[in-house]
T-cell receptor, first 110, second 117 residues
Framework: GQQLNQSPQSMFIQEGEDVSMNCTSSSIFNTWLWYKQDPGEGPVLLIALYKAGELTSNGRLTAQFGITRKDSFLNISASIPSDVGIYFCAGPNTGNQFYFGTGTSLTVIP | DTEVTQTPKHLVMGMTNKKSLKCEQHMGHRAMYWYKQKAKKPPELMFVYSYEKLSINESVPSRFSPECPNSSLLNLHLHALQPEDSALYLC????????????????FGEGSRLTVL
């Protein structure tokens, strides 16, 4: 199935730094989803975006729905050790299929 | 706390065993999913049930057999698995996508870690 391109693939940052990652697609989406996954656990939905240009925050997380509807961005401000994990973007089609990004692995160094 | 509950959390089985993974959701969702996930990779879709009917089977081997007894429950029956089937199996649910007003949000359970010996 279709896969979304997510970058960077991995990040190693110092605690307190800000983080940016993005997700791009060759197709447009009407919804963009961002998930965080801890090892051995299921992905947890962080932010959902529904409208081109929309900027939505959830605590220290801010995500944007790209104007072209083919991309989305996630920022984490003032990172802390519990931000460690793999972040996935995703988008649904109208046929109950969700396409996932390749993932960004985040390591926060105390 | 997740509203999609999966049991068991861990399962170890031999290649001749028969076992089942179970999933339950109480969010009123009418689409339920099974995904397989290998380490550090995105989830791979296996099956989708929409309104309790199997709507998508991503060419999954017949040793995996899904079942949707009602709108809240989803099972995955396992038989004669291979070691390469060892993975994290994720159940998820959503409102059926494409409906007017649908928000397109997918919610996952905590997963069942399967090891096939």
């Amino acid at each position: 199935g279709q896969q979304l391109n997510q970058s960077p693939q991995s990040m190693f940052i110092q605690e307190g730094e800000d983080v940016s990652m993005n997700c791009t697609s060759s197709s447009i989406f009407n919804t963009w989803l961002w998930y965080k996954q801890d090892p051995g656990e299921g992905p947890v939905l962080l932010i959902a975006l529904y409208k081109a240009g929309e900027l939505t925050s959830n605590g220290r997380l801010t995500a944007q729905f790209g104007i072209t509807r083919k991309d989305s961005f996630l920022n984490i401000s003032a990172s802390i050790p519990s931000d460690v994990g793999i972040y996935f973007c995703a988008g649904p089609n109208t046929g109950n299929q969700f396409y996932f990004g390749t993932g960004t692995s985040l390591t926060v160094i105390p | 706390d997740t509203e999609v509950t999966q049991t068991p959390k861990h399962l170890v089985m031999g290649m001749t065993n028969k076992k089942s993974l179970k999933c339950e959701q109480h969010m009123g969702h009418r689409a339920m999913y099974w995904y397989k996930q290998k380490a550090k990779k995105p989830p791979e879709l296996m099956f989708v049930y929409s309104y309790e009917k199997l709507s998508i089977n991503e060419s999954v081997p017949s040793r995996f057999s899904p079942e949707c007894p009602n709108s809240s429950l989803l099972n995955l029956h396992l038989h004669a698995l291979q070691p390469e089937d060892s993975a994290l199996y994720l159940c998820a649910s959503s409102h059926p996508t494409g409906r007017a007003g649908d928000t397109g949000e997918l919610f996952f359970g905590e997963g069942s870690r399967l090891t096939v010996l």
